[in-house]
T-cell receptor
Framework: EDKVVQSPLSLVVHEGDTVTLNCSYEVTNFRSLLWYKQEKKAPTFLFMLTSSGIEKKSGRLSSILDKKELFSILNITATQTGDSAIYLCASWSSSNTGKLIFGQGTTLQVKP | DGGITQSPKYLFRKEGQNVTLSCEQNLNHDAMYWYRQDPGQGLRLIYYSQIVNDFQKGDIAEGYSVSREKKESFPLTVTSAQKNPTAFYLC???????????FGSGTRLTVV
């Protein structure tokens, strides 16, 4: 059965800290891994990773995929209170249905 | 602007009542999805539809029903058979499994 697992489930840091969020996956016929940020309601897309070892970067956020070890990390440097959110990791199901399988999410709280 | 609209944002239901959550998109996406979000459990798939007039059960379909009579609309009915319906419900769509989802802003359902 396809599975995505995130850790930690929650994290509290102070502004300026660097955080690393983890996502491991077990998906047959893996195609890509996605990261979303959910602040209040609708998750918003951050990154899609398909190739191993290539870092995707957007401002203070970056992510990398390791297809051999079946995991991805999301790094946030110089955190700000606006980074407080739930971060979701997901992978496409091995069935050809367009279903995304989500991890439990990591709740990040950044204190001033 | 194109997007997904979910309504209502908040919904209260008495036990034993059916209730319908609306999801409308003007993105011309073929595939639409309903997820349920509970604290600490990430997003779980309820139903999905890859094309109009067709839909399939997801991982937690019991107590829910859907219809897909129009491409732009995918309403979800939470029936009285759903044992624990209090949750945050998210609707999503995608034009192709190669892309990530676009999410609606969600409906928070509370059973009183």
């Amino acid at each position: 059965e396809d599975k995505v697992v995130q850790s930690p489930l929650s994290l509290v840091v102070h502004e300026g800290d660097t955080v690393t969020l983890n996502c491991s996956y077990e998906v047959t016929n893996f195609r890509s891994l996605l990261w979303y940020k959910q602040e209040k309601k609708a998750p918003t897309f951050l990154f899609m990773l398909t190739s191993s070892g290539i870092e995707k970067k957007s401002g203070r956020l970056s992510s990398i995929l390791d297809k051999k070890e079946l995991f991805s990390i999301l790094n946030i440097t110089a955190t700000q209170t606006g980074d407080s959110a739930i971060y979701l990791c997901a992978s496409w199901s091995s069935s050809n249905t367009g279903k995304l399988i989500f991890g439990q999410g990591t709740t990040l709280q950044v204190k001033p | 602007d194109g997007g997904i609209t979910q309504s209502p944002k908040y919904l209260f239901r008495k036990e034993g009542q059916n209730v319908t959550l609306s999801c409308e998109q003007n993105l011309n996406h073929d595939a639409m999805y309903w997820y349920r979000q509970d604290p600490g459990q990430g997003l779980r798939l309820i139903y999905y539809s890859q094309i109009v007039n067709d839909f399939q059960k997801g991982d937690i379909a019991e107590g829910y029903s859907v219809s897909r009579e129009k491409k732009e609309s995918f309403p979800l009915t939470v029936t009285s058979a759903q044992k624990n319906p209090t949750a945050f419900y998210l609707c999503a769509s995608t034009p192709d499994p190669a892309f990530g989802y676009t999410f609606g802003s969600g409906t928070r359902l509370t059973v009183v």
